[in-house]
């Protein structure tokens, strides 16, 4: 069982540039996250999806984009990279959402953009 | 807005004290609250969940508690060794499946 992996583990980017970042998950999950940690504030949820095929808005959404056509992964999609996009990104996953369901989070995606 | 503040910031404490690190959230409508240990680099690992509807959880050396009508959790770390250095996360689920995550503890314990 690897539990949540994601790739690439790091990244560097001129501003413009696109990448997607993925996340997978083995413990068929329906629940998946994407999150961004940043010194001093904390982890923010960015998109989240409740099941293959959907996908809803975060705290701080704006300038990316997710898609969840299998069960078992979460893409990461960032159309036109900003300086303010550097961060390290980090998805979960859980069961459901109940008061019993933990978040399993993966290793994390560390991205510069310059 | 659900804001969690964790206190303090940074802690330094001798191998082998008993300690406590606080969280604190500002809405007191949570399903659960879950503690998390972060090492230089890596990623989240989940160290006890509370339900909204449970007063404390026990896991080994470390124990957590809940009031939610204070708007308080505490960790309480048994036994400290130099091994539990890392930060601590402690994130408060609400509705709309989304964790509301405090700014973090970072512990060193030294031997």
């Known amino acids: 069982n690897a539990g949540v992996t994601q790739t690439p583990k790091f990244r560097v980017l001129k501003t413009g540039q696109s990448m997607t970042l993925l996340c997978a998950q083995d413990?068929?999950?329906?629940?998946m996250y994407w999150y961004r940690q940043d010194p001093g504030m904390g982890l923010r949820l960015i998109h989240y999806s409740v099941g293959e095929g959907t996908t809803a808005k975060g705290e701080v959404p704006d300038g990316y984009n997710v898609s969840r056509l299998k069960k078992q992964n979460f893409l990461l999609g960032l159309e036109s990279a900003a300086p303010s996009q550097t961060s390290v990104y980090f998805c979960a996953s859980s069961y459901g959402t109940g008061g019993k369901n933990e978040q399993f989070f993966g290793p994390g995606t560390r991205l510069t953009v310059l | 807005k659900q804001e969690v503040t964790q206190i303090p910031a940074a802690l330094s404490v001798p191998e082998g004290e008993n300690l406590v690190l606080n969280c604190s959230f500002t809405d007191s409508a949570i399903y659960n609250l879950q503690w998390f240990r972060q090492d230089p680099g890596k990623g989240l690992t989940s160290l006890l969940l509370?339900?909204?509807?449970?007063r404390e959880q026990t896991s080994g050396r470390l124990n957590a508690s809940l009031d939610k009508s204070s708007g308080r959790s505490t960790l309480y770390i048994a036994a400290s060794q130099p091994g539990d250095s890392a930060t601590y996360l402690c994130?408060?689920?609400?509705?709309?499946?989304?964790?509301?995550f405090g700014g973090g503890t970072r512990l060193m314990v030294k031997p």
């Open positions: 413990m068929n999950h329906e629940y």
């Open positions: 994130a408060v689920r609400r509705a709309g499946n989304m964790l509301t």
């Open positions: 509370i339900q909204s509807s449970q």
